[in-house]
């Protein structure tokens, strides 16, 4: 093996280069190149490995091991996730343990000696793990990318959860909820929901009568308890009482002998019950859904089980042959129902069935290890000793613990460490031990191993406390920050030592350390150890004491002798409370004398300063002082203000917010060590943080259309291979030969000339094979655009947008051309850059667009008789920001030319086929008829990959027919992130006026939505916008003009809602500014001013009788005991002074169809019935985890009268479909459904003379046989157009007008907060959402697609920002900077409900409903319900105003108060208004500019 060429630049000087140094120890000690290891059961070893690998790319590399996915490549999203089965050394006896960890950090190395099991070691879709099957079955997984993590994560919950010895099982809800177990993962489809609802079916498995009980109580602040007891009170009144049951849709064991009654006078009181019973419901329909355990799950034969067998030849074969049951190409796991309610059968888990730690593991003795290239070498001592004279022989070798930090700076800093040394193996640097009782009492301190696992380190930390209790509050303190600590598969193998040696200036244990006075200790070879105080640790950014050839060994804790009065507390604030980096950091410790004197105080921040920092003068100015005096409170925030006074544009941005945190976090610690130390007059309020209960929900389960197929419960058809990882997505596709990828060159400029492009250094690097940019096409071919062809491909002369491809270098292996990719030298001239709305129009920088809309006076420009005809006029300016789609699957194409006459096929994440072909046609010279575009499923689209996929495919065609060779690429997260577009960011400025009895009367604004570089579908997504200004409500005088901004940003597009959310938001703000204006009550205002049926919208579309909002208005209010709880918020705000609730009900309506681009509005089909029964159906629509296929699957099963598994989807393709319309708008069901139901009518009209002849027994396989040998044709072409639609813009005669939309999807959301006021951090209590969906195809899926949209809209108001440096750097590209919510963001009561009946108790009919199965388009409708939190929130935060004597709405004008979209914990914090918040104000020097910009 030979060593690695040292970089001399970096490098300090040394005697000897890493091949001198570091062979001897080659030859003498690290003699092995073997890892050793399990994979899945089996027993593996990997002889000199890559050494660039990480364990994700080792596992990725196997054929047969796709299921762990890349999602980040940087431990945020959980996609990677597999579990380390080891043993457990902090046990006696030989326990093991399972540790979920990030596959993508993680180090190969790490593996030696260790049992990996991933997604395809515990289950197949043959023998699924029950994990899998549940969550399969309970509807938890929709697009399926992010599945596997999430069930690796449960699986080591649940396997931990075992003890084989006593074989007890304790799982609580707790352990699912509370734990942090799933704090690692994300999903953006399903709103976690019905994955923890499939977790939580574990903890009732009484597995014989062992199963343990929960302890009570422990370790549990009183605040915890008070939150539970509040949720578990708002379950109550929703009908969701758990009473420590489970939480399962059918309630659980635990919930009494009165169970049965209960879950009936349960479900009267929810949001899904209807109103009035209809007379037929017999008993069980009160119960939501019934869930079993079993051994053999049931069939349902008219769902599944179909009995249709082998083709048939002949006549006789035919009359006498015994059905034999094929083995279904569908894996749709079953789902019966009774009563129209579904029943859900699960296998028993059988905890002793687990896959076990191979044998030979327990005798594995670790061995040191070398392996590697020239280019990059691994070694793993096993000693201290061994690492000493390692680092002594070559400081620069990088050590590397957990590689969080490590991993990152490689894949995204391309940071490239040449001698990489993994130190967590070392048993003196992994191991702490806990000193007996008896030491413990007597000792000074508490000293951990450096490289101890943060999980472990956790649990050391519970265990001391609990022993040692307010002696250990140091350790109780570094737990509650390890708690909130990145993500659960971080913590498992990360290491303080690696927080510490990291030097972030926002490490959340550093201020804990350094408060306390904690000593580290180092070893090198020349002074053995040294001691290293922390409080002198950091001395410059990201640079500390340690020498370059020390180790941190040790970690010594100071604990105060028994009696001393000394409190120390942490407190973190970051964007989210899981998995994220803190906004500000800090620990306080104070020390008092017996008459309240501080004796001594330590207040560090982290986040405030290029390190984690002390407070000197706030150290003089309180040490002397009587701590309870206010005055010395007072003293303290006035130092903080002088230590930590930031400049208006600090890097990182936030001044004024982390300057508030700075002084409202010592503000609560004052009050709770005021509190601890046994000071009576203290505001308990200030101290309490926003603590989380135990979630819970529920669906209305109950369906009174449910048909043979349609209407039923069915799980996703893909839902057991998404759970079982073998659902195949385009870079799980296996490797073609002679197959190569795609590295793209991105621009590192917002907007430049380009001087000169060298890819010859790329050209030289290995396994490069060759380049391709602009010049590998003509001109004209270069363009391409989605409505209006306006974007280069390749860019050419200039680059509008930081990120913006220059060219593509492809390679034998992705890792080289990325690399590649950056060696391409890029020079620019830079030009300057225009982000923002504010200053596209103050530099007139527009798209052409023009569209708007009159209605009224407006159409004769008499908007000023309009607004003079008012009593009150307000006016304001709104904005929102966008959204980063966030599909867990990024881009990913894969080209194969076949060599002749040009064809290719295309596979694409793309909702797109048929634009994919267009262009993939157009780059490449070759009509479309020789291009086969195909997509089989995506990770999620969310209208991300309507148009923005198209570009991949296209770059990988024109290098697949240079080269003549297969292609692929799959974008790294943030290229996809820089690259994709997003949701617009909008801005509205408006002006309303109302009669004095509240009526609206006049409404004008001008909107602007930030396009980025090109056009791409933003006029589109503009005209949705304006014609969802109205929401819900009518105004006879409107003028609406909508602009489009071109700036220097990513190209925004399509994004589930389209510009609706946005027109919608900007409505119910401005009913807030009318009733905040007038003083009057908003519920009234918006009741006064709903439509009624016969009035036109501004499009001039006519309300007709389905219109259901008011409906729905009035049921939710009732089911979700509005009223009731809206006077309880009123008094909770009366006696709160630092926490404040806020409930809001708000309705919507949603408009179905492509709008004005009429030609999307068709849809084809193709239906092929083979002679066996069998059916083979294709449709123009795309699979993105929305359960499309799902859908049309069960149309086909019904409408032919066929079992549900006799139907097969393959994938989209444009050889079987031509011309489909892109997957969007919510019309997926609607259009295709139609044209599937089209194709069933022909092929039904073939069979009816055979029906009949053969009588009504017949199944459905006779009587297609019986058709075949008679040659009737079992292929049908299915077309559908939809009808009505059709408006023209500008046409206001209401006798010739078209609809714009076919029908309005409507619903009704409310929700309830409680905001922290100290910090902004929130939480949402309770949500309740009913949706007009019509008749349900399938319920399960609705409510899916409802829950899913609704979490994704409330991560759109309240979490969710992008944000850009000035320059025009996208700043928040990648989970680490951008969040979206997690598990427990999610309301803590979270129902939903479909509307059924009239308020009389009547079934409801559509009367002017013509879609399939009178069902309703669902993706998108229920996303804007989510502002019902951002609504709440406001409302929570203008009682703080309030109290604090600010101003509350209004519009614009002196004083008047607005919260922009989206409501950051920043922009809560900032709104109280409170004296922390105008101490803390940073004002803004002349010419000053905020680092970071939110473009809206
Ligand atoms: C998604 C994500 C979320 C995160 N969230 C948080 C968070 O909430 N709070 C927070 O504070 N941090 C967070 N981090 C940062 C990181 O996880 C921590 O800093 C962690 O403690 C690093 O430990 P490690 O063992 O993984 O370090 P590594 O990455 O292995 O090493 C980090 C540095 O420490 C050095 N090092 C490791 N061991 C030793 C040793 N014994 N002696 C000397 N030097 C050593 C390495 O050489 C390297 O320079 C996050 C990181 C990621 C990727
Ligand atoms: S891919 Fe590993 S955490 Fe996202
Ligand atoms: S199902 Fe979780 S990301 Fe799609």
Known sequence: ????????????????????????????????????????????????????????????????????????????CGACTVVLQVP???????????????????????????????????????????????????????????????????????????DPESKKFHLSERDIELEGHLDGNLCRCTGYKPILQAAKTFIIEDLKGQLAEEPKGELRGTEDLKMEKEVAELARKSGKASNMSCGRPGGCCRDGPARSDSSSSDSKSTASTPPTEPASTSDDEHIPAIIEVKEKPEQDPSVSGTAYSKPMKSKEDASGATEIKTETSLDAPTAGSKHGIPQVHFQEYIPDTEVIFPFSLWKYEPRPLCYGSEKKIWFRPTTLEQLVELKDAYPSAKLVGGASEVQVEVRFKNSDFAVSVYVSDVQELKRTTIPSDAELESAKELVIAANTPLTELEAICKEVYAKLGKRALVLEALRKQLRYFAGRQIRNVASLAGNIATASPISDANPVLMASGTTLEAVNKTKGTIDLPMLKFFVAYRTTTLPPDAILSRIRIPLPEAGTREVLKAYKQAKRKDDDIAIVTAAFRVRLDSQDVVEDVCLVYGGMAPTTKESPKAKNALIGKSWFSSNTLDAGLAALLEDFDLPYGVPGGMADYRKTLTLSLFFRFWHESAAELGHKDVDSQAIDEIHRGISTGDRDNYNPTEQRVVGKQVPHLSALK??????????????????????????????????????????????????IDKNSISKEANIWGSIKKDEPFFADGKVLHHGQVIGMVYA??????????????????????????????????????????????????????AFAQCDRVFEGQTRMGGQEHFYLETNAALVIPS??????????????????????????????????????????????????????????????????????????????????????????????????????????????????????????????CITHFDNSYETPNVYLRGHVCRTNIHSNTAFRGFGAPQGMYFAETLMYNIAEGMGVDVDELRLKNLYKVGEWTPFFQKIDDDWHVPLLLHQLKRSADYEKRKAA???????????????????????????????????????????????????????????????????????????????????????????ASPTAASSGSDLNGMAVKNACDQINERLAPLREKMGKDASFRDIVHAAYLDRINLAANGFWKMPRVGYTWGDTNLETVKPMYYYFTQGAACSEVEVD????????????????????????????????????????????????????????????????????????????????????????????????????????????????????????????????????????????????????????????????????????????????????
């Open 1317 to 1496: 006021l100290l910090t902004g951090d929130h939480t949402v209590l309770r949500s309740d959402i009913m949706m007009d969906t019509g008749n349900s195809i399938n319920p399960a899926i609705d409510y899916g697609q409802i829950e899913g949209a609704f979490i994704q809209g409330q991560g759109l108001f309240t979490l969710e920002e992008t944000l850009w440096t000035r320059n025009g750097q996208l700043f928040t590209k990648g989970p680490g900077t951008y969040k979206i919510p997690g598990f427990s963001d999610i309301p803590q009561v979270f129902n939903a409900s479909m509307l059924r009946y009239d308020n009389e108790g009547n079934k409801l009919n559509w009367n002017h409903l013509r879609s399939v199965q009178s069902s309703k388009g669902i993706g998108e409708p229920p996303l804007f319900l989510g502002s019902s939190v951002f609504f709440a929130l406001r409302e929570a935060v203008k009682d703080a105003r309030r109290m604090n004597g600010k101003s509350v709405g209004g519009g614009r004008g002196q004083g008047a108060w607005k919260l922009d979209s989206p409501a950051t914990a920043e922009r809560l914090r900032l709104a109280v208004g409170d004296d922390l918040v105008r101490r803390a104000e940073v004002r803004r020097k002349e010419g000053e500019q905020g680092f970071l910009v939110a473009v809206a």
């Open 1129 to 1219: 918020v009123a008094d909770f705000n009366a006696k709160n002074r630092w926490k404040k609730r806020g409930i809001c009900i708000i309705p919507s309506k949603f408009g179905l169809s492509f709008a004005t681009a009429l030609h999307l509005n068709q849809a084809g089909a193709y239906v092929k019935v083979y002679a066996d029964g069998s059916v083979l159906l294709h449709h123009g629509g795309t699979e993105m985890g929305q359960g499309l296929y799902t859908k049309m699957c069960q149309i086909c099963a019904q409408e032919l009268g066929t079992p549900l598994d006799s139907i097969f989807t393959h994938d989209s393709s444009t050889y079987q479909i031509a011309n």
């Open 899 to 1024: 060599g002749e006459d040009g064809h290719m096929e295309v596979w694409s994440s793309t909702q797109n086929c048929m634009e994919t072909q267009e262009f993939v046609s157009q780059v490449t010279g070759v009509p479309s008829n020789r291009i086969n575009a195909r997509v089989k499923r995506m990770g999620g689209g969310f209208g991300g990959k309507e148009s923005r996929s198209v570009p991949f495919a296209c770059y990988l065609a024109i290098a697949a027919k240079k080269e003549k060779r297969p292609m692929r690429l799959m974008l790294n997260r943030d290229e996809d992130m820089l690259l994709s577009g997003q949701r617009h960011p909008i801005q509205a400025r408006w002006k309303v006026g109302v009669t004095k009895e509240g009526k609206l009367h006049a409404l004008e604004a001008d909107i602007y939505d930030n396009a980025g570089f090109s056009q791409d579908m933003s006029g589109a997504v503009m005209d949705r």
């Open 1 to 76: 093996m030979a060593l690695p060429i040292p970089n001399t630049a970096s490098d300090p000087p040394r005697a000897l280069s890493a091949a001198e140094a570091l062979t001897p120890f080659i030859a003498s000690t690290y003699t092995s190149s073997d890892i050793n290891c399990y994979i899945n059961g089996r027993k593996t070893v990997l002889s000199n490995p890559n050494p660039h690998w990480t364990l994700l790319d080792f596992i990725r590399a196997q054929p047969n091991l796709k299921g762990t996915k890349l999602g980040c490549g940087e431990g945020g």
């Open 722 to 771: 998404q759970c079982t990882g073998e659902a195949e997505y385009i870079d799980d596709m296996p490797r073609f030969e002679r197959e190569l990828f795609g590295g793209l060159v991105l621009s590192a400029k917002a907007h430049a000339n380009i001087i000169s492009v060298d890819w010859e250094p790329a050209l030289e690097m290995p396994g490069v094979v060759g380049y």
């Open 812 to 865: 034998e292996s992705a890792l080289e051309a990325q690399a590649a990719a950056r060696a391409v030298k890029v020079v620019y001239e830079e030009l300057p850059v225009i982000l923002t709305i504010d200053e596209a129009i103050e530099a007139n920088s527009f798209f052409v667009h023009g569209k708007n809309l009159k209605k009224g006076l407006a159409i004769d420009d008499k908007m000023d008789e």
């Open 88 to 162: 457990d050394a902090r046990s006696d006896k030989r326990r093991i343990k399972h540790l979920a960890v990030n596959a993508c950090l993680f180090p190969l190395v790490g593996i030696d000696g260790k049992h990996v099991i991933t997604i395809e070691g515990i289950g197949s879709v043959d023998r699924p793990h029950p994990l899998q099957e549940r969550i399969a079955k309970l509807h938890g997984s929709q697009c399926g990318f992010c599945t596997p993590g999430i069930v690796m994560s449960l699986y080591a919950l649940v396997r931990n959860s075992y």
